[in-house]
């Protein structure tokens, strides 16, 4: 799979690849994160979250890893499938101060089959 | 257990016409949020409140306003409507997670609206 930040918004993967989508934080006081999974018409489904004292963290299929120095965050989908075609959102939360959740942009991820 | 529960899911307005979109949660949660999303633009925050009787400004709330009455309900209301305020509007909520380890929010499905 093809690495991609929020500047290219559409991610193309065969399927059966793994899909690595990237994501640019702004607040280094954020300490949770979490990604979501939106398909069309729907609102956004929660797949994997990841708080500040961790820099990895797996779940089915799905991997976050975090790098606080650069304060990035990348979500790694492994083997890919047809219904993981969706937009993916990061979101950054500050959950010792204000608890806003903000979100990136999103990036779109079409499996091809 | 319906979770996150919006109405209207969909609404069009006239330009100058006022409406309120209701999100009501039966999670217990003490956090809920109000995000638009446009085209290309992701999720962004309205307004939000972390308890009954109390509520916050978000990255966009120029024309918005909102009231958390009772625990369970955050109503979002238009009072002059917009074109720009066309967008589809998200309603969230989140655990009472405050030093705990998760603070996942749960998302309603969505409520339309045009602004003609």
């Known amino acids: 799979g093809e690495s991609v930040g929020l500047h290219l918004p559409t991610l193309s993967v065969q399927e059966g690849d793994n899909s690595i989508i990237n994501c640019a934080y702004s607040?280094?006081?954020?300490?949770?994160f979490i990604w979501y999974k939106q398909e069309s018409g729907k609102g956004p489904q929660f797949i994997i979250d990841i708080r500040s004292n961790m820099d990895k963290r797996q779940g089915q299929r799905v991997t976050v890893l975090l790098n606080k120095t650069v304060k990035h965050l990348s979500l790694q989908i492994a083997a890919t499938q047809p219904g993981d075609s969706a937009v993916y959102f990061c979101?950054?939360?500050?959950?010792?101060?204000?608890?806003?959740?903000?979100f990136g942009t999103g990036t779109r991820l079409k499996v091809l089959a | 257990n319906a979770g996150v529960t919006q109405t209207p899911k969909f609404r069009v307005l006239k330009t100058g016409q006022s409406m309120t979109l209701l999100c009501a949660q039966d999670m217990n949660h003490e956090y809920m949020y109000w995000y638009r999303q446009d085209p290309g633009m992701g999720l962004r925050l309205i307004h939000y409140s972390v308890g009954e009787g109390t509520t916050a400004k978000g990255e966009v709330p120029d024309g918005y306003n909102v009231s958390r009455l009772k625990k369970q309900n955050f109503l979002l209301g238009l009072e002059s409507a917009a074109p720009s305020q066309t967008s589809v509007y998200f309603c969230?909520?989140?655990?009472?997670?405050?030093?705990?380890?998760?603070?996942?929010?749960?998302f309603g499905e969505g409520s339309r609206l045009t602004v003609l």
């Open positions: 969230a909520s989140s655990y009472p997670s405050r030093g705990r380890n998760t603070g996942e929010l749960f």
């Open positions: 979101a950054e939360a500050y959950t010792s101060g204000t608890y806003k959740y903000i």
């Open positions: 607040n280094s006081a954020s300490d949770y």
